[in-house]
């Protein structure tokens, strides 16, 4: 019979080769020096073993992460999301208000949840981990831990209390103490099992578009841009629910100097890591500076945080928003403070351009198409903001009132995007590149 301990002591001397192969690990641009545990839970000593394990990773110069993992002696790799037995316990666990070997798990107030469902985890998924239980509940396990409350957890609950109706209603969690604070390991949510995520629904209008070659986008049967619209109006509906839920403030001159200097300090970090993004800096830089001109009122509040294509699902009843957890490069602090809702806009616009450009990934240059990614991104565009602008709470406004703040943080975006892109898939590092240059109007990068 395994030991859980030895079993720790060896997953944690193999994971600094292992954990840089793993899709939802952050780190992939840099070596791993040393994995540190920093606590141990054992969920069930008898085989097959579970066990829950955090460690806290180093990587040069000095950054240090914590994440978690489930391990097991019943695979090869350890994995224990991939085990449907031992992941069924964690539901279980969840239902039973269960507290173990320092982790505390908890359904929400007024839910009963069924027991005894195996759960299978979804491959598709990058920066977490995230288990389907039939076709009831999927649970996300939080691979890079946030030191305290995830802000995905306390996001959604905040807008079930107001009953929005574009979020799946948040059912239970894992919670346990690191670095002395509560911290939330987990989240269970209802499960919509028909659902279809934007970026799939967007991409196939792509490809449609790409196929004809006469046509516009505005005559291809799978076009857009209804539901880029509907789209808009869902999103904005959220921020009105947010700022219902947990307030707002008059954003003024010194929130926008702090924001320009944050955005000014993240192109300079990048621009150290990536070459490519030189000779866009001085025009970044005067469109950073221009956001300072922002005669009309703004406010900020809380938001998604990383909002685009693929954090959106279209179900039968609407648009639903998922991971309020924000960028998972960006600090803590900077993910919970109140921020302009015009991030999120700008999040969106940014993922219209993804989706529009990346069947040119990697392809030889053809004008043609590059012309119909093009005039496909502006028409979704256009209809997003529209309906954004439709569904506004009198606070926001008509994002496009807002033009140079709006193209800062789009142009921001971009540049978070040159770095993800450099780190993690650097053929599609053209995609962002190309956009700065078409907004900065500093020339074309080749696709």
């Keep these: 019979m395994t030991d859980p301990h030895d079993l720790v002591d ?20 840099r070596p791993v020096t040393s994995v540190r545990p920093l606590r141990t839970s054992v969920l069930r000593a008898e085989e097959p073993v579970l066990v829950h394990l955090v460690v806290e990773v180093e990587q040069p110069p000095d950054r240090r992460e914590p994440y978690q ?41 007024d839910v009963e949840l069924q027991t005894g469902l195996r759960g299978r985890p979804i491959t598709s998924e990058q920066s977490n981990t995230s288990i389907v239980f039939g076709s009831q509940y999927i649970l996300k396990l939080f691979r890079k831990l946030t030191y305290g409350e995830n802000p995905d957890l306390v996001l959604h609950r905040a807008l079930h209390r107001v009953g929005c109706e574009h979020i799946a209603q948040p059912l239970g969690s894992i919670t346990g103490r690191l670095d002395g604070q509560i911290t939330t390991i987990g989240m ?7 659902a279809v995520d934007g970026w799939a629904m967007a991409t196939t209008s792509v490809r449609d578009l790409m196929a004809e070659a006469d046509l516009h986008a505005d005559e291809v049967g799978g076009d857009f841009a209804g539901e880029a619209h509907r789209l808009g109006q869902a999103v904005a509906s959220v921020h009105a629910d947010l700022e219902r839920a947990l307030g707002n403030r008059p954003a003024d001159a010194e929130d926008i100097d702090r924001t320009v200097r ?34 009309e009122a703004i406010v900020a509040q809380h938001i998604h945080g990383d909002l685009h294509l693929g954090q959106v699902l279209r179900t039968v009843h609407g648009w639903l928003l998922i991971d309020f957890e924000g960028e998972p490069g960006s600090p803590i602090a900077q993910r919970t403070e109140l921020r302009s809702p015009l991030r999120d806009v700008a999040g969106m616009l940014r993922s219209f351009d993804y989706a529009a450009h990346q069947l040119l990934v990697g392809q030889p240059e053809d004008h ?15 209809a997003f903001t529209e309906g954004y602008a439709e569904a506004a709470a009198e606070s926001v406004g008509d994002p496009r009132e807002h033009g140079h703040l709006l193209r800062a943080f789009e142009l921001d975006k971009a540049v978070y995007e040159v770095a993800y892109e450099h780190a993690n898939r650097p053929e599609w590092l053209t995609v962002p590149l190309s956009s700065i240059a078409r907004i900065t109007g500093e020339g074309a990068v080749q696709s």
């Design 262 to 295: 944050a955005m000014v300090s993240r192109l300079d970090e990048v621009v150290a890591d990536v070459p490519e993004l030189r000779p866009y800096v001085p025009a970044l830089r005067e469109a950073f500076e221009q956001a300072r001109d922002t005669p």
């Design 368 to 382: 043609q198409l590059a012309v119909r990614a093009l005039e496909w991104s502006r028409r979704n565009r256009a």
């Design 69 to 109: 993992l489930l391990i097991t002696d019943h695979v090869e790799n350890y994995d224990a999301t991939t085990v449907p037995e031992l992941t069924g316990a964690l539901l279980d666990l969840i239902a039973d208000d269960a507290e173990a070997e320092g982790l505390v798990f908890a359904h929400e107030p």
């Design 188 to 194: 269970l949510q209802q499960f919509m099992p028909d």
């Design 10 to 29: 060896k997953v944690v001397a193999e994971l600094p080769e292992w954990l840089p192969a793993q899709r939802w690990f952050g780190g992939k641009d």
